[in-house]
């Protein structure tokens, strides 16, 4: 791929990658057996990114302006703790006015009234430019947020032009039905786009989470407000200028930069927001929920935390079940609310499944994530470096045991050793809550319906993984499990066209697919009837 072919030039050190036709995958990661031993020193000489950060202020209508305040916050790079740039900082001021022109774009503007089609061929000429910086974007994405260059680079960047193709297809076919009611009517519904949508996103994948929501949103003929994490401001900023440069006519797409509490939460209350659309923790979920609901009641979809279940049974390939098993965990440093959190091991094959999986994380390539071949970057920030080592210890101390890992790595940035846990039990609060680190869970099951009624059990329902060569009991699991995704002898697979989304807390609705196009239209029901009635 291209970022492959030109990254030399962008970092002071050259890598060389092959290319990946499958990189729409995330899964197509999985499965490399790197045999080295992750050093401390692995994480201190780091590599200089030479990509320029371009850009640091809000986009609204069209233009770069500073925040209202004249206030920035700084962005890090989560590999040293360093700060890289210092962002516009929004507040409810930078909302008003990201709101009020995206408004007018919407009720004034040439957007909705655009042909389909040409709203089609903004979203793919888009997706061209994007591709043609994708080195750069790449680069960008994993200096702020730490992931492996490589998988930015092959899986992410390549989805994220996949999914505005996917989009720009959509764009020219939404319509709605004819509806054959009683009497003397023809009845038919409109499908229209539902206005200004706020949308929240979150740290872990910055670029992909921009395409879920802002691809169906802007598909289907909506302005947006989009408020980017704090900790990641940067890759989405880059993104929206280039959208603007294949055509995007201005007030269509505005990103505020900020805090939650602030700038976050006067999106999600503002009273011109027709739709909020959020990923993120399910605490914060639930707040937006209300902020939505005490001011204009706008709907809300919800992509929040998870715990899955990933099910190895006695059938399963060993090998194989422990490299899928360690990938659906320790993907993205574990930071993925559909994350494999929980492993549950059949008895069988317990023993032989621990030993292989304490080996497998022991090999995992901690590193410069700009490095070639390193699997595992620091964690997002010192806020979630320490949240992960308490829930390690919590883990020693309920008394599960440490089969590797445990501790930093390094002295600086927020590096954390790949860690296992065995005998771990269902109320353990290690096998309850969300860690979002590189944190393996194993617990022993011993017959199918048992491992059904644990796997359930929870407060979460985002995914599950069965690993089986059983037809029979992968097809029992499929209907048993209680979450948005199941995934069969696979993890992690997210197509375009794939929904996502969860059951209980882990939220509301569903992105990705025809089915995110739901989130951003009204139905609208037209009755005339077929004769003159008499009353006129
Ligand atoms: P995490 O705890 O993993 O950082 P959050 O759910 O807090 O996840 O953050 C996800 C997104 O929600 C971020 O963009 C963040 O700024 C935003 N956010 C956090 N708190 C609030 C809030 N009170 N109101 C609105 N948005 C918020």
């Known amino acids: 791929m291209m970022a492959a072919r030109r990254l030399s030039s962008l970092l002071s050190r050259s890598l060389s990658f092959s290319s990946s036709g499958a990189a729409s995958l995330l899964h197509s990661l999985a499965g490399r057996n790197i045999n080295r031993f992750s050093t401390a020193a692995a994480v201190e000489d780091l590599i200089t990114p030479q990509v320029p950060i371009r850009y640091t202020q809000h986009l609204i209508n069209g233009q770069f302006v500073d925040a209202a305040s004249g206030k920035t916050f700084p962005a890090y790079d989560p590999r040293s703790g360093e700060v890289i740039a210092n962002v516009a900082e929004g507040d409810v001021e930078d909302i008003n006015r990201a709101v009020s022109a995206a408004r007018k774009a919407f009720d004034e503007g040439p957007w909705p009234k655009m042909t389909a089609y040409e709203r089609s061929r903004i979203l793919l000429r888009f997706a061209d430019l994007v591709e043609k910086h994708s080195d750069e974007l790449a680069a960008l994405e994993t200096w702020n947020n730490g992931k492996p260059f490589e998988q930015a680079a092959k899986s992410e960047l390549p989805l ?80 929206a200028k280039l959208f603007h440069e294949a055509g995007l006519p201005k007030g269509v797409l505005n990103v505020v930069s900020g805090y939650g509490p602030t700038a976050g939460a006067a999106l999600a209350s503002h009273m011109d927001v027709d739709k909020l659309a959020f990923t993120g923790s399910t605490d914060t979920g639930k707040i937006v929920l209300e902020l939505a609901a005490r001011s204009n009641l706008k709907p809300v ?80 920030d010192g806020e979630q470096f320490e949240k992960v080592l308490s829930y390690i210890r919590s883990g020693i101390e309920s008394n599960a045991t440490l089969e590797c890992g445990g501790n930093r790595l390094g002295s600086k940035g927020f590096f954390i050793q790949p860690t296992v846990f065995s005998n771990v039990q269902d109320d353990m609060v290690i096998a309850q809550d969300e860690i979002f680190g590189p944190v393996q869970s194993i617990l022993k099951f011993k017959d199918i319906d048992e491992v059904i009624q644990r796997a359930n059990r929870t407060r979460y329902g985002l995914a599950a993984g069965v690993f089986t060569k059983n037809v029979d009991t992968a097809n029992r699991l499929m209907r048993a499990l209680r979450a948005g995704t199941v995934w069969i002898n696979c993890f992690d697979v997210f197509d375009a066209a794939i929904p996502f989304g969860g059951y209980k807390m882990s939220g509301i609705g569903r992105e990705k697919g025809i089915y995110s196009l739901h989130n951003y239209l009204q139905v609208k029901a037209v009755v005339t009837p077929l004769k003159n009635p008499a009353w006129i």
């Not at 929501?213 to 993104?239: F, M, R, S, Y």
Request: charged share 20%.
């Open 160 to 239: 994220f032009v996949r999914l505005f193709h996917y989009y720009a297809g959509w764009a020219d076919k939404i319509h709605g039905l004819t509806v054959p009611a009683d009497g003397d009517y023809h009845v038919q519904t409109l499908h229209e786009p539902v206005g200004v949508a706020g949308q929240i996103i979150p740290w872990n994948f910055p670029l992909i989470m921009f395409a879920w929501k802002v691809g169906p949103a802007l598909a289907c003929g909506n302005t947006i407000v989009l408020k980017t994490a704090e900790q990641t401001p940067l890759t989405a900023l880059l993104v």
């Open 301 to 380: 979809t919800l992509e929040l935390g998870g715990k899955s279940p990933f099910i190895v049974f006695e059938d399963a390939d060993v090998d194989k079940a422990v490299e899928l098993a360690h990938f659906a965990l320790f993907f993205n440093q574990g930071q993925c609310c559909c994350a494999g959190s929980r492993t549950f091991v059949h008895e069988r094959v317990y023993d032989e499944f621990l030993e292989k999986s304490k080996k497998r994380a022991l090999r995992r390539v901690v590193g410069d994530p700009f490095k070639k071949g390193v699997e595992q970057g620091p964690q997002i």
